[in-house]
């Protein structure tokens, strides 16, 4: 039977493209999303995947949600903690909103799906999950000081559950994104992305499926001594 895979924030940019190749990958995908039911209502259409709209930040919501995907389909077996948003700024012009709601959404979303899957990953002993951090958590970036917290904060506790995941065949790891060409990266001022890109070694932005890729990798049933890493996928921009 196909393991049952959930990806948060999976109708659109990034999440979209790790949705089809997890689907490809022969997993019974679920795609989670937060707000736009255009965008979900067409992915679903054009992948078949199913669409599930509740808000990753939101602990109580989340409960809900895998308390539903595992009476329909069973237990999640791959998790992919990919949902993110961003509200830069410098921190002069960043209010307390700006902060908690990338914190909650970016972060504290994987401690949500981690907390609420994990006892039934240790139970079958098989788990995968896979955290999106960025290239921002790792390096800082001007006008994020809550992407970049989020961010990292995602990377630390990677290496943190991954240390609990071992024993019961829960891998857990992450990948930094970098520039990736989605609506998040477009939304940059102009001249700001261009001076980014001018700094990419492989001289453009990334594509959604650059990273899909790696999410397909990480979650193989046969991947199961890759824990606790860190995969950076971003045109060689910072080597960490
Ligand atoms: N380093 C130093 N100074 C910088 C700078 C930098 N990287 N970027 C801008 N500045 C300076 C400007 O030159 C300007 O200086 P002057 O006032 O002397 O001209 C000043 O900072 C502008 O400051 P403001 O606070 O007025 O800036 P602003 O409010 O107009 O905009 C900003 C600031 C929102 C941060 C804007 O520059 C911006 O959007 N930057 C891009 C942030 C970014 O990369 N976000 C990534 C989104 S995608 C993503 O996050 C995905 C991922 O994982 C990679």
Not at 5 to 31: D, F, H, N, P, Y
Not at 151 to 179: C, D, M, W
Not at 201 to 221: C, E, M
Request: charged share 20%; with cysteine; hydrophobic share 45%.
């Amino acid at each position: 039977m196909a393991r049952v895979a959930l990806v948060t924030g999976g109708t659109r940019g990034i999440g979209a493209e790790i949705s089809r190749e997890l689907q490809q990958a022969g997993r019974l995908v679920i795609a989670n999303y937060a707000g736009n039911d255009a965008a979900a209502k067409a992915f679903t259409a054009a992948t078949g995947i199913a669409a599930l709209k509740f808000d990753a930040g939101d602990y109580a919501a989340c409960e809900v949600a895998v308390r539903q995907i595992t009476a329909e389909h069973g237990p999640i077996e791959i998790l992919v903690n990919n949902a993110g948003i961003t509200r830069d700024g410098t921190l002069s012009k960043m209010n307390r909103e700006m902060w908690d709601a990338v914190l909650d959404t970016n972060l504290g979303s994987c401690f949500n799906l981690c907390k609420l899957t994990f006892d039934g990953m240790r139970e079958k002993k098989f788990g995968r999950i896979v955290n999106i951090g960025s290239i921002n958590g790792q390096a800082g970036q001007y006008g994020q000081v809550n992407y970049a917290a989020a961010k990292s904060g995602i990377h630390g506790f990677t290496k943190a559950l991954a240390q609990e995941g071992a024993r019961f065949g829960i891998t857990v790891n992450a990948i930094a994104p970098g520039y990736v060409d989605t609506e998040m990266v477009r939304a940059v001022p102009a001249d700001v992305l261009q001076k980014i890109v001018a700094r990419i070694p492989v001289g453009r932005l990334g594509h959604a499926d650059d990273i899909a890729r790696g999410v397909t990798f990480l979650t193989a049933d046969d991947a199961d001594f890759i824990t606790g890493s860190t995969l950076s996928i971003n045109g060689g921009q910072h080597m960490y």
